[in-house]
């Protein structure tokens, strides 16, 4: 069959790859109907994600016609139109009894490699590299959805695939951000990035009851169908997020006059004074409910300088 391979950074071609085949019994096999790319994929491209290999089939949002069903498929048979969850997910384990599926124990592959990297592995992911279980992506003329029952569902006659196939993984995310938010009714809700997870956040808002829903963004073609699809207020300005390191020696010079100056006092910072004795205690203290601060001396005599929360002296 055809599909979309990655080639390398950057380097996408379409070529030939073997058709999929049922491998367990919970598998179908769909025929892709439509698939699109996410934001995520950006990732890909850039090699962000390093455990792509040369030939990998990309593509996590889809929905097709089941062609071939395994034996121990309960929910789906051959002509099923059905949209498919992005993440990969066993439906028994642990994560998945809780509804925590993209971290289910049985969807990756793989985990030895996210395990390393984040001490914990995802579930599997179609189209997202060997990290997430190197499963073939939805850019293809088909496509092997292991757990079906878990991940493939049928699909209503009243809705078209392109309204479908977003429920795949832009239409949950964007709710799922919503929920994680907590948002309810009357709430005032900011939505940073207006691409299609942003967007179905900012309506998810909307549908859970938000007073205000504000998208934001810097392209105004995709504020404008925030406005008019997500029912959302718009303003076009990007957040810009930057944090590092302290550089000290920037700013220890300019802070010294600042200080010689008056301008900067940090005494009040400093309100409690132990012996170095006490220490122990005091660092007891250090991060606990009333301390943010010790000071010690090496010389030992009075010199732990324990600085208490507000409304402590
Ligand atoms: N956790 C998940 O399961 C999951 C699933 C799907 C997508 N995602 C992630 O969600 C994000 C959005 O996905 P998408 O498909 O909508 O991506 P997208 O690239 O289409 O859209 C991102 C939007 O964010 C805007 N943006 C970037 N920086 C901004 C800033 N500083 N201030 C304001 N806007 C800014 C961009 O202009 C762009 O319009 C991506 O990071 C993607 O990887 C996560
Ligand atoms: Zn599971």
């Not at 993209?102 to 914990?120: F, K, Q, V, Y």
């Amino acid at each position: 069959m055809k599909a979309l391979q990655w080639q390398g950074v950057n380097k996408l071609a379409v070529g030939q790859v073997p058709d999929p085949e049922i491998r367990n019994a919970g598998d179908v096999i769909v025929k892709v109907n439509r698939t699109v790319t996410c934001g995520s994929d950006l990732h890909l491209l850039g090699g962000y994600i390093p455990f792509m290999e040369r030939g990998d089939v990309l593509g996590p949002e889809f929905v097709g016609e089941v062609i071939e069903v395994g034996s121990d498929v309960r929910r789906h048979r051959v002509g099923d139109r059905v949209v498919v969850s992005s993440f990969i997910a066993c439906g028994r384990c642990w994560f998945c009894e809780q509804q925590l599926y993209s971290l289910c124990d049985n969807g990756n592959t793989n985990p030895a490699i996210t395990e390393t990297l984040w001490g914990h592995a995802p579930g599997g992911c179609f189209g997202y590299s060997h990290a997430m279980g190197g499963n073939p992506g939805s850019h293809a003329e088909y496509v092997r959805v292991p757990f079906a029952d878990v991940g493939a569902f049928t699909v209503p006659d009243t809705v078209t695939d392109e309204r479908a196939l977003f429920a795949s993984d832009s239409a949950s995310t964007g709710w799922m951000g919503a929920d994680l938010g907590g948002v309810k009714p009357g709430d005032v809700v900011a939505v940073w990035g207006a691409g299609a997870v942003g967007q179905m956040a900012a309506r998810a808002a909307v549908l859970l009851g938000a007073d205000r829903v504000v998208v934001i963004d810097r392209y105004d073609n995709r504020l404008h169908q925030a406005e008019k699809h997500a029912g959302a207020e718009i303003l076009n300005k990007a957040l810009t997020v930057r944090g590092a390191q302290m550089h000290g020696q920037r700013y220890i010079p300019m802070l010294l006059d600042r200080m010689a100056r008056g301008e900067l006092v940090t005494e009040y910072l400093a309100t409690h004074v132990l012996p170095l004795d006490d220490a122990p205690i005091a660092e007891g203290l250090d991060g606990g409910d009333e301390s943010l601060r010790v000071l010690r001396d090496p010389e030992g005599n009075e010199f732990c300088l324990v600085q208490r929360g507000p409304g402590e002296s």
